[in-house]
């Protein structure tokens, strides 16, 4: 027996159908409701939208004077790390031309990192890394150069490919 709220008596013998399939569908439907259930891991992460979506990371490796790889492909829309290794005996830096990207963090070596308004750019000392992270807006192709003097002309420019 149960007991409604002011202790009153219940006889639940003649309800089964009530306490054994209808109380559990409520229950289920509250929790559907409510976002407890229901959904695939697949809507769910739709949900959440890019700022938490796969993040591409790219390793370059930058020497005197080239990047490698010197060309890099990326998907629009989805967070980048490109992480700039700076296997050379000066100071390198990395800065993609023309594209237009959401700044999420940058790291250098030495303050670990900028960012110049939307421009991705990571900068390193000789046997040091930095990284930066963002989001490319536009589709396209862009360059990649070395911003220390005389190092694009020297050969230190590469390819951003976003898809």
Known sequence: MGALEGGTPVNLKGHWLVVT?????????VLAAAGGGGGSADDEAATRGTAEAEVQEVVVV????????????????QPVTLVLENDGTVEHDLQVNGLHAQM???????????????????????????????????A???????????HADAGMVGTLIVE
């Open 140 to 150: 396209g192709t862009f360059e990649i150069v070395c911003t220390i003097p005389g």
């Open 21 to 29: 399939v209808l109380a559990p569908l409520l229950v289920l439907g």
């Open 62 to 77: 930058g020497t005197e004077f080239a990047f490698e790889p010197s060309e890099i492909t990326v998907k629009q829309g």
């Open 104 to 138: 999420m963090e940058a790291m250098h070596a030495e303050d670990d990192g900028h960012a110049i308004g939307e421009m991705v750019h990571v900068y390193t000392m000789p046997g040091a890394t930095g990284h930066v992270e963002f989001i490319p807006e536009d």
